[in-house]
């Protein structure tokens, strides 16, 4: 009988702030993202704050836009989305939804 290869494999620390994630990328890639970040803050409306998230994560909702260019989104619509509301009112349409109002 074979000896069973181990499975495990050393993963790289991931990266814990947004600069350390954008160091990370590939020249191409990180300007990709970096047109959608300020794309995404022309946008949205004050008090929102962006930060690093791996693993579980809050279900607050569907909100992960899949491209390989900015090109490639309906922009448009995207930004309608992005500006339609506030923190405090996303929170409270959550907290209604979630039956915790």
């Known amino acids: ?14 990266p814990t702030t947004v600069a350390a994630y954008l160091a990370s990328l590939t020249p191409e890639k990180r300007t990709v993202i970096e047109e959608a970040r300020a794309f995404v803050h022309r946008h949205m409306p ?5 930060f690093m998230s791996w693993g579980v994560r809050v ?6 836009l899949h491209f390989k260019e900015l090109g ?5 619509s995207v930004a309608k989305v992005i500006a339609m509301s506030t923190p405090k009112e996303y929170l409270a349409y959550y907290k209604r939804v979630k039956g915790l109002a």
């Open 1 to 14: 009988m074979a000896a069973r290869k181990s499975r495990t494999r050393t993963k790289a620390a991931r």
């Open 46 to 50: 004050k008090g929102y704050a962006e």
């Open 59 to 64: 279900d607050m909702g569907k909100c992960c």
């Open 72 to 76: 490639d989104l309906e922009r448009i």
